[in-house]
C-alpha cells in the first residue's frame, strides 16, 4: 500500500465517484482504478459495491475509511495495517463462530441439522426478498443465501435443493370454503380483493410467470396491497383484508392449523425451486461450507453435477 493508493480510496469514498476522484487529484480515471484494484487485492477485499449509477463503501470498505480518516492512535502509522488486524480478528470471528447468509422467504430446517452437528458454531439470519439476496452474494457482502427464484449473475451458483408449491390462501368463512369446494380453476381471482408480494419477491416472480401462462394478466386482478413482509401478509389475510399467493412451506403452519383455507395455484410438477445461492469467485468460510455440505447431504443431492 502506498499514499496514492489511500488518497485515491478517501476521495472516491467521498466523492461517490471514480471520475470525478480522478479530476480531483489530477489522475486519468483508469489510474484511480488501478489504485483500488491493487488496495483491494492486497487487502483480499471488495472496498466498493459499484453499479451502473452509484459507487458506495463495502463494510470493508467503511471498516478501512474510518481507520484512513481518524487519527492513528494505535502506534503502527500505518491506517491499513490497523485495518488488516481488525479484519483478521473479525473474520475469524464470523468463520469459527458465525455463519452469515440471507435468505428470501423460507427457512428450510436444515439449520437446524446445523445446530445439532456443529454446536458450537452461531449462524445470523437476515431476512429480505430474493433480489436483494442475490444481489448481496454477487456483491460478496454476504457468504450464502437462499432463494425462491434465480436470476442470472456471472459469479453467482445455484443450488436447487427443494420444490416448493405456491398455493392462493384466503380466511377461513363459508365463501371461501364454497369456492374451495365448487371451483376448478382460478378465474374466480379475477373478482377477489388481491394481497401481493414486493416487486423484488421470487414468490411474486413466480405468482406473475404461472398467472401469464393461464392467460390471467395483472391489469386483470383486483390487488388491494403490497406487502413486503411474508408474516405481514398472512396476518393481513387472516383478518380479512384479502386473499394472496404464497409458498406452500410458508403457510404450512396456517394452513394445518385451520387458520386460513388454501387453493392450488401452481400446475402439476410446476412448483418453483428453492435455491442455496453462493458466489463462486470466493472461498467459502468453514461455517457456510457446512451449511452447503449439509444441504447436499439432506436432500441427496449429487455432489459430483455441483462443483
Not at 392462493?168 to 371451483?183: H, L, R
Not at 394478466?217 to 404464497?246: F, H, M, Y
Not at 402439476?268 to 472461498?283: C, D, I, T
Request: hydrophobic residues 35%.
Amino acid at each position: 500500500m502506498n499514499l496514492k493508493q489511500l488518497e485515491a480510496f478517501i476521495k472516491v469514498s467521498d466523492s461517490k465517484s471514480f471520475s470525478k476522484a480522478a479530476q480531483e487529484l489530477y489522475l486519468t480515471q483508469p489510474t484511480v482504478s488501478a489504485h483500488i484494484q491493487t488496495l483491494e487485492k492486497e487487502l483480499k477485499v471488495r472496498l466498493f459495491v459499484r453499479n451502473t449509477k452509484t459507487v458506495k463503501l463495502s463494510e470493508d470498505g467503511k471498516t478501512l475509511y474510518q481507520y484512513a480518516t481518524s487519527d492513528d492512535r494505535t502506534g503502527t502509522g500505518n491506517p491499513v495495517n490497523v485495518f488488516k488486524s481488525s479484519r483478521a480478528e473479525r473474520k475469524m470471528y464470523y468463520d469459527q463462530q458465525h455463519l452469515r447468509y440471507r435468505r428470501s422467504n423460507i427457512l428450510p430446517d436444515i439449520l437446524v441439522k446445523f445446530r445439532e452437528r456443529f454446536p458450537e458454531e452461531q449462524f445470523r439470519i437476515v431476512e429480505s426478498d430474493s433480489s436483494t439476496v442475490i444481489e448481496q452474494v454477487a456483491s460478496h457482502l454476504v457468504d450464502i443465501g437462499f432463494s425462491g427464484t434465480v436470476i442470472e449473475k456471472a459469479n453467482c451458483k445455484y443450488i436447487p435443493f427443494y420444490q416448493d408449491d405456491l398455493v392462493v390462501i384466503m380466511p377461513n368463512t363459508k365463501e371461501y370454503q364454497k369456492i374451495v369446494k365448487e371451483q376448478k380453476d382460478l378465474k374466480w381471482l379475477e373478482g377477489e380483493p388481491l394481497i401481493m408480494r414486493e416487486e423484488g419477491s421470487g414468490t411474486r416472480k413466480e405468482a406473475e410467470k404461472q398467472l401469464k401462462k393461464m392467460g390471467i394478466s395483472l391489469d386483470d386482478l383486483n390487488i388491494v396491497a403490497t406487502i413486503e413482509n411474508p408474516e405481514a401478509v398472512k396476518r393481513s389475510v387472516k383478518s380479512g383484508l384479502g386473499i394472496t399467493i404464497i409458498s406452500r412451506l410458508a403457510a404450512a403452519d396456517e394452513i394445518q392449523s385451520g387458520e386460513v383455507l388454501e387453493f392450488p395455484f401452481s400446475q402439476a410438477g410446476s412448483g418453483r425451486n428453492l435455491n442455496l445461492v453462493y458466489n463462486k469467485n470466493y472461498k467459502l468460510p468453514a461455517a457456510a461450507e457446512h451449511v452447503r455440505e449439509l444441504i447436499i447431504e439432506k436432500y441427496e443431492l449429487q455432489k459430483q453435477s455441483l462443483q
